[in-house]
C-alpha cells in the first residue's frame, strides 16, 4: 500500500472524526541531550554495583578505579602516546576505505558494466568478515604497520559502497530525465544529480565506516603490536590489570561514539532540507 493511498482511505474517516483532538504520531520533541542519557545510566548501575560490592573488582573496575587509573597513564604520556598512534592507523584505513568504497559505488551505480564486473566480488567480500581475512594478511604482509592499515581499510570500504551504491540505484528517474531534456554533460549531470542523491547514502555508510574502522582496529592493534591503545590493553591482560583494560575500553568506546555523533552533525547539517520522523 502506497502513502498516498493511506492518505486516501484516511481523508473520510478525518472528515468524520473532525470534532475529535488530532492525535500525534510523532515520536515527540527531541530530548536536550538525549544521546548521554543511555551512557550516563550506564554509568550509574556499574558506580551502584561497585560501591554497594555486587561486583567483584578484579572482575570489573570501579568507575573511580578506572579514572585514577587512566590519571596515572595520562601523567606518565602511555596514553597520549598510545592514543595518537590509533587514530593515525584509524584515521588513514578509514580515508582510504571511505575513497575506494565511494569510487567503486560511482563506477557500480553509474555503469551496467561496472556493477556486473564489481558488484559480485564485493558483496562476496560483504559475506567474508575482514577479521577472517587476518591470517591471509599476516602471511601477506607481516604484522606491520601495512597489514593493520589494509585490515581497517577492508572493515571500512564495504559499508561505504553498499550504502552509496544504494543510493545512486534509488535517484528518482525523472531527474535523470531532467538531466536528459536539459542537455546535461556527464561531469555536470554527476555534480549537480548523482552527488546530491548519493550524500544521504554515503553519509549512512560513513556512520558504519566510523565504527567499523575503531572495531578492525581494536583487533590488529592485539595481535603482535607494539604500540597503540590495543596494545596496552594486550599488555595489561598478561599482568591481570583489570583497570588498565577498561581504561581502553572506555577510550575505545567514547572515540567510536564522537566519530559516530561527527558524521551524524555533518548528516544533520548536509540534509538540513529533509524533512523526517526524527525532527
Known sequence: MTASSVL???????????????????PGRPIPFGAAIGPILLLAVWATGSAAGWIDPRTLSAPWTVV???????????????????????????TIGTVIGTVLALLAGLSRWGEAILDGPIQIKRAIPALALLPLLVLWFGIGEQMKVITITLG???????????????IDSRYVELGESLRLRRTAFIRRIVLPGALPGFLLGMRFAVVGAWLSLVVVEQINSTSGIGYMMELAREYGQTDVIIVGLVLYGLLGLLSDGAVRLAQRRALSWRRTLAD
Open 8 to 26: 486516501t482511505r484516511a481523508r473520510p474517516s478525518a472528515n468524520v472524526a473532525a470534532g475529535r483532538p488530532r492525535r500525534r504520531l510523532r
Open 68 to 94: 585514577t587509573t587512566a590519571g596515572d597513564l595520562i601523567a606518565d604520556g602511555r596514553l597520549q602516546d598510545n592514543l595518537a598512534i590509533s587514530a593515525r592507523r584509524a584515521g588513514l584505513g578509514l
Open 156 to 170: 571500512v570500504f564495504v559499508p561505504v559502497y553498499i550504502h552509496t551504491h544504494n543510493g545512486l540505484r534509488t
